[in-house]
């Protein structure tokens, strides 16, 4: 029993807890807060696997930037009470077949596939962070630029779209 | 192994409080300071009863704020409502983490080095609490189910959202110079050279996306009084109160500290190799004289209109970071793959180009809007 599988224990309790939380809770406010903890606790997974620069990303653009982006839109349109949900008949055994069969595949792929290696948690320390960034960005300029390219004109896309959609017309009324 | 293991627990625990407890009375005299240098600027005398000049306001203020009522309203969410004034205090605090106090020490047989942990990423770091640090005040506005409050929140959370990315770029800009991430890197990389000479634009534009981020004045929209009474701590009263206004005088010193850190040296100055003891003087002066520098902004800046923050934020602040860090990056390029200093050198000269184009810019639609005309 060594401190890093203590450490993944608990966080893992923390991680299933919060994301429970999130589907339960009956304020869209009070969910959006469980996932805020969520993504902190996965951040905290990635600091455990020895990659820091990904779990600071992963607070700074999940939990930072996007989360409070829901926050602010949950807000401003007054939705955080939940009105009481009508019940599908047929949403509940779909769901439980779902997760059942995914609950399986993981325990299955687990046994199989990760046993072996024996060492899924690798020594957190000692990785030089500026030269890892520098791999990372050689890869990602080098090897994958097209890519890389394909997504950002997708975002500019999406950005100007937004644009077009929330203009006013020139001496129109906002509806 | 047990001994050196304790006596390292022991070193983060005190240093952890040295840093706490000096954010904590930093945070009473700074509120001091302040008063007394507003009033110094607008021919007032300032607090001076309580002690000698005054030194024993701070105390008479906690002692006032502690024995006040707190009042909950009836239809707010008690627990978020409780729990905001936590929220926005805890960031403040522990984004003081990784900067460093001044070089390693030798003290009773061992070195210590002058900061609670030493990351190898620590600008990130400070991106990320940055980042998370906005929700404090979000939840404050929204729990307490009061019009202005809610709208302060919420402007705040536009505010900071806003101006992070000037604020990450220009972070960028002084990794970009120092080719670390790490604070302590950052800090030896401007043995000689501060990053203010080589980059003036980058430090101006981290201030104001900072003046930003804390929502202190010219930027402090959460909390215009005139459109909003006290915005997003309308409603809170006694100790609640207290912590935001904390919160807000923390991060104050703490930005300081940052940007003394990232372009004005951190804790070098002369001498300080042959008396390490002299890092964290040199950086407590430079954080006063920045802290100097918000206070007479705030003295002689009138507010600026909220669509004009936006505007400025993301018109003009965002695409100046980002030209700035373009150009401090082909600048290195350009000396590494050349040998030619001269390049390098036309960092400084092309930036602030690129600022002062920026201000005529800046000054031009004013006039436009101002006369109707060019």
Known sequence: MTINLIL????????????????????AIYSALFLVLNFVTVAVFYLLLGAPFIAMAQITVYAGAIMVLFLFVIMLLGAERLPDSRVLPWQKPLAITLAVVLALESAYLLWTKARPAGNVLPPGDEINTVETLRALGM????????????????????????IVLVRREKGGQKS | MMVSDWSLWLEWLIKSLVVTLGLLTGFAYLTWYERRALARIQARIGPNRAGPQGLLQPIADAVKLIFKEELVPAKADKMLFFWAPVITMIPSLIIAAVIPWGPAIEMFGRVIRLSIADLNVGVLYLMSIASIAVYGIVLAGWSSNNKYAMLGGLRSSA????????????????????????????????????????????AVIFWIATLAEVNRAPFDMPEAEQEL?????????????????????????????????????????PFVDRFPWLGPIYMIIKIILLLFVMIWVR?????????????FGWKILLPLSLAIAFITASGILLAEMSGNPLYFWAIPVVSVLAGLFTVAVIYRELRRKAYGRV
Do not use: C
Not at chain 2, 163 to 191: K, W
């Open chain 1, 8 to 27: 993944f224990l608990v966080l893992a309790v923390i991680a299933v807890a919060t994301a429970l939380g999130m589907l339960t809770s009956r304020n």
């Open chain 1, 139 to 162: 890869t990602l300029f080098n090897d994958y630029l097209l890519p890389f390219e394909v997504t950002s004109v997708l975002l500019l896309v999406a950005m100007i779209g937004v």
């Open chain 2, 159 to 202: 505010q900071m959202i806003s101006y992070e990315l000037a604020l990450g770029l220009s972070f960028a800009t002084s990794i970009i110079l120092a080719n670390s991430m790490r604070m302590l890197d950052i800090v030896e990389a401007q043995r000689g050279l501060w990053f203010v000479v080589v980059q003036p634009v980058g």
């Open chain 2, 229 to 269: 009474t006290a915005g997003y701590h309308a409603e809170y009263s006694g100790m609640k109160f207290a912590l935001f206004f904390m919160a807000e005088y923390q991060k104050m010193i703490v930005v300081s500290a940052i940007l003394a850190v990232l372009y004005f040296g951190g804790y070098l100055g």
């Open chain 2, 299 to 311: 003295a002689t800046w009138p507010r600026i209109r909220y669509d004009r923050l936006m505007a």
